[in-house]
């Protein structure tokens, strides 16, 4: 039994709310599990429903998220009338001045207006509308947010699902708001997929996966021709394109979760046995031992926002920063009690081999380029300069003339004999908001991006990576990936998204102007373009060519890039702040590891 299972095992009533799939509706039986077409996704979907009068006595099965937590002490079913419920929520949505309060629709759909709000511009009133209107419910109560609302899209695909990634700026704009209510009930109800069971040819992932995404379904109830029940249908990558199991999933969910918890004061949510039950399955599921020899967490291509073969295998920037992040809210968060005592040194030692490996083998700037350019390979020895025997001739041409005199940035990948010198734009920036990078990391990642303006900005915020994969490598890579062509998608696109990561950056290191000026090139186009997921070509002209429009998190990330520039305290929900504890083992380790390194090493 490893440290976190220890932990786990010695919560008494710990795994009350991961009960077996018969105990819970939520997680039912494989007849729910079937794909069907009632859905009730957003509140276009409810209106449509109303029109049809045999539904007026529709009754649904519901069990309240406080139940959850505690089926040991009885089955928690509840049941309420849903069109009441869909009335209230259509009167909810319709009136702009109402809010949705933030202990309300749980115990009853309680309502309070808003408080008043600024002059906003229209851009951003069409926002708040569109996203009021991509809003999913569940039992009469929000739940999320559809990853894109299109009205003309007739093929939505995964589109109409609730993506745990893509909620992440629709939850932070609602937190920010004062709606929390939504983020709540988001947090709670994907708890519970957490335990669904999840199975790909016979084989399950380890316990404590995050879903990618869910959908709410309703369903026929065995019997009766005239009642149904809604029910989560989660995706864990079973249905993926690719089959990749999402590894981000959990590690924003903890993220939020804090977030939550600093923004509404609520500390309640993460103080539950479900929810510290359910970030140590997460934290076991990361913190496993392995075969790697390196503390950055080992996956495949596609398990984070990049989620098609882009060549990001391996240890990826993105998923060491969210990993690096969700470590330290979870260290936050975690109860203090016997049981966790393993889990907590286990994740601190984690933490500090992390943050020396990204500092150190990951930072690129001129001086660290030049370095390399020199290195001598095929170096055996414990104190070997090029400790993964990366070849000079790797340095590609576009980087010599590319880097700057000042400035620098963070590999996107290291593997043995192996660096990917691209620029990734979400682990740098997340770098930041975490402080993995240091203070002048930091400012020079930023210093970087005001110099490479034009290539990483140009006429929409912000470039996914660069540069873009092209000719023979780009078919050898991606697979000649017909969605990844150069300067498109994953590959060099633009996304719009990206614009609140920067926003959260550019304020913690006290240079909102370089935000600033980003939102106000968005600002430009991105409503009249109708809020698109990406954008193509090398300065981002053209809306993607397979972007989907009204895309949730490209409306929610300027939301929120607005909303912080108007209060910009508010950002410190999300950053993370430079550990002291931290920084001293990292300066005690270097001084050790150069008298270790003199030593001779017996087998």
């Known amino acids: 039994m490893g440290i976190p299972e220890v932990a786990l095992h010695t919560m008494p009533g710990a795994f009350a709310a991961h009960a077996p799939a018969s105990n819970l509706p939520l997680v039912a039986d494989a007849r729910r599990r079937k794909r069907n077409a009632y859905l009730v996704p957003n509140v276009r979907a409810l209106q449509g429903l109303l029109k049809f009068p045999r539904l007026r006595s529709v009754r649904r099965q519901c069990q309240r998220i406080d139940d959850l937590a505690r089926v040991t002490e009885g089955n928690g079913n ?6 009441n419920n869909a009335s209230q929520v259509l009167d909810d949505v319709g009136v702009a001045d109402q809010a949705v ?18 002059k906003t511009s229209s851009v951003e009133d069409e926002a708040w509308e569109l996203l009021q209107e991509s809003m999913v419910y569940y039992c009469g109560s929000p739940v999320g947010t559809i990853a894109a609302n299109d009205p003309n899209d007739s093929d939505p695909v995964n589109y109409d699902q609730v993506f745990i990634r893509d909620f992440i700026p629709s939850g932070i704009a609602f937190l920010l708001k004062g709606e929390y209510e939504i983020v709540r009930n988001f947090i709670l109800h994907t708890l519970q997929l957490q335990s669904w069971e999840k199975t790909m040819d016979c084989h399950s992932p380890g316990q404590g996966l995050m879903p990618a995404s869910f959908k709410v ?16 249908d989660p995706d864990f990558g079973e249905a993926a394109i690719g089959r990749v ?66 060549g990001i295998h391996g240890h990826p920037l993105e998923i060491q920063a969210l990993f690096y992040s969700a470590l330290l809210c979870a260290r936050e968060m975690l109860t203090p009690e016997d049981g966790s005592a393993d889990l907590i040194r286990a994740l601190n030692n984690r933490l500090i081999a992390l943050s020396f490996h990204i500092r150190e083998y990951y930072w690129l700037d001129m001086q660290k380029l030049n370095e390399i350019y020199r290195y001598k390979t095929e170096e055996y020895s414990y104190d070997a300069v090029n400790k993964f025997n990366i070849y000079p001739d790797q340095i590609p041409p576009w980087l010599v003339e590319w880097i700057p005199p000042k400035g620098g940035y963070f590999i996107g990948n290291l593997q043995p004999a192996h660096m990917d010198f691209r620029f990734f734009s979400l682990g740098n920036l997340w770098s930041i908001v975490s402080s993995l990078a240091t203070t002048h990391q930091s400012h020079a990642i930023l210093d970087l991006i005001e110099s490479k303006w034009s290539d990483l900005v140009a006429e929409m915020p912000l470039k996914i990576c660069y540069p873009a994969l092209e000719n023979q490598e780009w078919k050898i890579i991606t697979g000649s990936d017909p969605k990844n062509t150069p300067w498109s998608y994953h590959n ?4 719009p998204t990206l614009l609140w990561q920067l ?18 090139i968005a600002e430009r186009r991105i409503a009249t373009d109708k809020w698109p997921e990406y954008y193509d070509t090398k300065r981002a002209r053209f809306i993607g060519k397979q972007s989907r429009l009204y895309q949730t998190w490209s409306i929610a990330g300027f939301l929120v890039a607005k909303l912080l520039m108007e209060k910009p305290d508010a950002a410190r929900i999300l950053w993370n702040d430079e550990d ?24």
């Not at 369903?219 to 029940?229: N, S």
Request: proline share 4%.
């Open 492 to 495: 060099g696109g633009s996304w």
């Open 245 to 310: 199991a999402p590894v981000d999933s959990g590690l924003w969910w903890i993220i939020l979760l804090r977030a939550y918890g600093k923004c509404s004061g609520d500390l309640s949510v993460q103080e539950r046995i479900d929810v510290q039950t359910g970030m140590k399955m997460i934290l076991k599921l990361c913190l496993a031992d392995g075969f790697d020899m390196f503390p950055t967490l080992l996956v495949t291509d596609g398990s984070c926002m990049i989620d098609r073969r882009m």
């Open 217 to 232: 379904r309703t369903i026929p109830l065995d019997g009766d021709e005239d009642a149904t029940e809604e029910v989560l």
């Open 101 to 118: 309060s933030g202990n309300g629709g749980l115990n009853g759909n309680t309502v309070k207006p808003a408080p008043q709000r600024r």
């Open 580 to 603: 002291a504890k931290i920084l001293n083992a990292l300066s005690t380790n270097r001084k050790r590891g150069k008298k270790v390194l003199k030593k001779t090493y017996i087998v």
């Open 503 to 520: 926003t959260v950056a550019c304020i913690k290191m006290n240079r909102p102007e370089l935000a600033a000026k980003a939102i106000e």
């Open 78 to 83: 509840w049941v309420k009338d849903a069109m």
